[in-house]
Each structure stands twice: as structure tokens, then as C-alpha cells.
């Protein structure tokens, strides 16, 4: 689907334990302004459910699992996030929910811009619009 990629990241094996590592404008295609991590969720509940004008971002699930569906006004996709060096890259302008998350999962996502309500679209029909794709369904 246009707008998420799945991207490995690098593992570096150890018998003290594995590591991985994000970098900006290496790992993940964008200079890296803010991280923040969504944990205790409790059974059930969805998060996001919004886009971004602007925002990309880059999601992990650190630990446990959840889904992320990704909606760019045309093609729906949900992404299984399991392992803790595979990441999703949301493009800007993409719808995005996360669901199914799993008893003591932590997503940990990085973003390519600071933290801005203005930059939000909460609303989906106004995402479908803003998208080009309010009328062609
Ligand atoms: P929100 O992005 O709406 O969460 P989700 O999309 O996962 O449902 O953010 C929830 C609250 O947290 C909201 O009041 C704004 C605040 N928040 C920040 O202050 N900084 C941030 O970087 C983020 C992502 C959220």
C-alpha cells in the first residue's frame, strides 16, 4: 500500500542480549524531532485514529504486539507489529489506527515533526476530502 512500509532494522545479536538501533535520515527517511511510547493499553481500546498533514512517522512495537491499519483514502492495509526490529513508516497523509494491542505492549514511534494539534485531521470524511478521495467511492 502507498504511504507504510515495513522496514528491518538492524539486530545486532549478543549472547548479553540483542540491540537495534534507529538512526535519522538512515534507518528512517526523515530527521527525528520526537519520540513517544503508548503503553498500558487497556483490552480493547484503539488508538490514533487521525492523520497527519505533515507528520511521518516511524512505529515499533518494542514490546507484545498490535495492529496498525493504514488508509490512504484509497487502499486499506493492517500491519502486525510483533518484533522489536521491524518497524512501520507512516507517511504523511495517511489515516492510521492501532488496535488488537496485546497485555503489556509498548509502541515506541518516532516522528519527523514536533508535537502539533494543527497538524491533525481527526476528522475522516475531512481526511477524504483533504486526501481526493471524498467523491470516488
Ligand atoms: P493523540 O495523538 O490524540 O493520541 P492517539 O492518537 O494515540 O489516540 O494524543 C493523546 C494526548 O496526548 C493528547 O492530549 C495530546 C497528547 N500528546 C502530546 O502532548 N504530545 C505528543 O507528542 C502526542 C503524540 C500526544
Not at 507504510?4 to 527525528?32: A, Q, Y
Not at 490512504?72 to 522489536?84: A, P
Amino acid at each position: 500500500m502507498n504511504g507504510g512500509t515495513i522496514i528491518r532494522l538492524n539486530k545486532v545479536l549478543d549472547n548479553r542480549g540483542n540491540l537495534s538501533v534507529i538512526e535519522e535520515n538512515k534507518d528512517v527517511p526523515f530527521s527525528i524531532k520526537r519520540a513517544y511510547w503508548i503503553y498500558d493499553v487497556p483490552g480493547g481500546e484503539d488508538r490514533g485514529g487521525h492523520a497527519y498533514l505533515m507528520n511521518k512517522e516511524f512505529i515499533v512495537a518494542l514490546s507484545g504486539s498490535f495492529d496498525v491499519l493504514l488508509d490512504n483514502g484509497k487502499e486499506k492495509e493492517i500491519f502486525h507489529l510483533n518484533r522489536s526490529y521491524y518497524g512501520l513508516l507512516v507517511e504523511n497523509g495517511i489515516w492510521r489506527k492501532m488496535s488488537n494491542f496485546s497485555t503489556n505492549s509498548l509502541a515506541f514511534i518516532v516522528s519527523s515533526e514536533n508535537y502539533d494539534p494543527s497538524d491533525y485531521i481527526r476528522d475522516y470524511e475531512t481526511f477524504l476530502i483533504k486526501t481526493g478521495h471524498a467523491y470516488g467511492r
